[in-house]
């Protein structure tokens, strides 16, 4: 086995993790990048109005959206591009939950996607003062890039995996999180009922 796996970023337009209008998507094969891309997204019905917070951090403005598919319509293609992957993240309960919101907002099936957390990785593997994605980045080896640009954002948290690997003698994604102690997410699921959360 080698160090394979796709990292994932997105941007949401507003507080609603459902509410994702672009996504970053880098595969890394052998710990090599071997592709890269990334798309708009139109937000789900009731999730697709833009708050200033959020465009003032990523730039993305309701209109450039109009006419991007919508969740629904790029699901498949972000799970033909991740395939079975471990998908790793900067925050990775953020992006995980944006899929699955997501899911639930359209009404898809949730592809039950396990996760890696590079911030997570970051703390473990560094001795830093933030472990922001620009400083953590800057640590792999990763120069500067255009924060909170999607896929820009999904290259450097390949880049803080790819050299944590390197250093701590890594072969596998399952080989890292188990040397530096971090565990990989569970498996993508549903959201569970409103009524089950609040009883929680």
């Given at each position: 086995?080698?160090?394979d796996f796709?990292a994932?970023?997105?941007?949401?337009?507003n507080?609603s993790p459902?509410?994702a209008?672009s996504?970053?998507?880098v595969?890394?094969?052998d710990?090599?990048?071997?592709a890269?891309?990334?798309?708009l997204i139109?937000?789900?019905?009731?999730?697709?109005?833009?708050?200033?917070w959020?465009?003032r951090?990523?730039?993305?403005?309701a209109?450039q959206?109009?006419?991007a598919p919508?969740?629904?319509e790029q699901?498949d293609?972000?799970?033909a591009?991740?395939?079975a992957?471990?998908?790793v993240?900067?925050n990775?309960?953020?992006?995980?939950?944006?899929?699955?919101?997501?899911c639930?907002a359209t009404d898809?099936?949730?592809?039950p996607?396990?996760?890696?957390c590079?911030?997570?990785?970051?703390r473990?593997v560094?001795?830093?003062d933030s472990?922001?994605?620009?400083v953590a980045?800057?640590a792999?080896g990763?120069g500067a890039?255009?924060?909170?640009?999607a896929?820009a954002?999904a290259?450097a948290?390949?880049?803080?995996?790819?050299?944590a690997?390197?250093?701590?003698g890594s072969?596998t994604?399952?080989?890292?999180?188990?040397?530096?102690g971090v565990r990989?997410g569970?498996?993508?699921?549903?959201a569970a009922p409103?009524?089950?959360?609040?009883a929680?």
């Amino acid at each position: 086995m080698a160090l394979d796996f796709t990292a994932i970023d997105f941007e949401t337009a507003n507080s609603s993790p459902a509410s994702a209008c672009s996504v970053g998507l880098v595969r890394v094969r052998d710990s090599v990048v071997v592709a890269q891309t990334g798309w708009l997204i139109r937000p789900p019905h009731g999730h697709d109005e833009f708050q200033e917070w959020n465009v003032r951090i990523h730039g993305i403005q309701a209109h450039q959206v109009l006419d991007a598919p919508g969740w629904s319509e790029q699901l498949d293609r972000l799970c033909a591009f991740a395939g079975a992957d471990v998908l790793v993240a900067h925050n990775a309960g953020f992006d995980l939950n944006v899929i699955r919101r997501a899911c639930e907002a359209t009404d898809d099936d949730c592809p039950p996607y396990r996760s890696l957390c590079s911030l997570a990785v970051a703390r473990k593997v560094y001795d830093l003062d933030s472990y922001r994605l620009p400083v953590a980045a800057e640590a792999a080896g990763f120069g500067a890039f255009p924060h909170h640009d999607a896929l820009a954002d999904a290259r450097a948290c390949a880049q803080i995996v790819i050299d944590a690997a390197r250093r701590t003698g890594s072969d596998t994604i399952h080989q890292l999180a188990e040397t530096i102690g971090v565990r990989l997410g569970d498996p993508l699921a549903p959201a569970a009922p409103a009524k089950v959360r609040a009883a929680a």
